[in-house]
Antibody, heavy 120, light 107 residues
Framework: EVQLVQSGAEVKKSGESLKISCKGT????????IGWVRQMPGKGLEWMGI????????KYSPSFQGQVTISADKSITTAYLQWSSLKASDTAMYYC?????????????WGQGTLVTVSS | DIQMTQSPSTLSASVGDSVTITCRAS??????LAWYQQKPGKAPNLLIY???SLESGVPSRFSGSGSGTEFTLTISSLQPDDFATYYC?????????FGGGTKVEIK
């Protein structure tokens, strides 16, 4: 079974750094793009960016370019989303997703989500 | 970026009703559209890809249609498990974008 398992909820203060993770199992991790999607409280879905673990090729939404860093460690089949300096506006649920057909595709499956809460 | 507009934003319906959700793209996206269902506190779940292809395991009462700029998701006979929020997503070009969502509520 293809699964994406994310790290647990985080509570941070503004200005702190954070790295959350997403472990892929049940498939060849290096052959599929892994993306990240943000959902702010009570709001819709926003695509942040995507990485190909095979060669670390990464693409970002312009809205998130420079705000976050997406990376992957293929040796442990894990993708990451990190912030160097969190803001209160980063409070959201973050989902990792697999794209079955390349860097531009639908998303399946989704991780269970990581809730990030940032206090000012 | 391609803008995706869903309508209605909220829909009230009864068990057994047939419901249709519309998703419009600001420019042509061919058939590069997916639909997801999200229940409260859960991650979204893929229902439809390539506008009309039903994901394995999804009940056949869900169907998708359309191409170009106008798309629909139809639930033919609403079941209690279907009350949720539905999102469309285009993957024709960057940035990949979602519609604002349609909440299907019990009437």
């Amino acid at each position: 079974e293809v699964q994406l398992v994310q790290s647990g909820a985080e509570v941070k203060k503004s200005g702190e750094s954070l790295k959350i993770s997403c472990k892929g199992t049940g498939y060849s991790f290096t052959n599929y793009w892994i993306g990240w999607v943000r959902q702010m409280p009570g709001k819709g879905l926003e695509w942040m960016g995507i990485i190909y673990p095979g060669d670390s090729d990464t693409k970002y939404s312009p809205s998130f370019q420079g705000q976050v860093t997406i990376s992957a460690d293929k040796s442990i089949t894990t993708a990451y989303l990190q912030w160097s300096s969190l803001k209160a506006s980063d409070t959201a649920m973050y989902y990792c997703v697999r794209s079955p057909i390349g860097d531009r595709g639908w998303f399946d499956p989704w991780g269970q989500g990581t809730l990030v809460t940032v206090s000012s | 970026d391609i803008q995706m507009t869903q309508s209605p934003s909220t829909l009230s319906a009864s068990v057994g009703d047939s419901v249709t959700i519309t998703c419009r793209a600001s420019q042509s996206i061919s058939s590069w559209l997916a639909w997801y269902q999200q229940k409260p506190g859960k991650a979204p779940n893929l229902l439809i890809y390539k506008a009309s292809s039903l994901e394995s395991g999804v009940p056949s009462r869900f169907s998708g249609s359309g191409s170009g700029t106008e798309f629909t998701l139809t639930i033919s006979s609403l079941q209690p498990d279907d009350f949720a929020t539905y999102y469309c997503q285009q993957y024709n070009s960057y940035s990949l974008t979602f519609g604002g969502g349609t909440k299907v509520e019990i009437k």
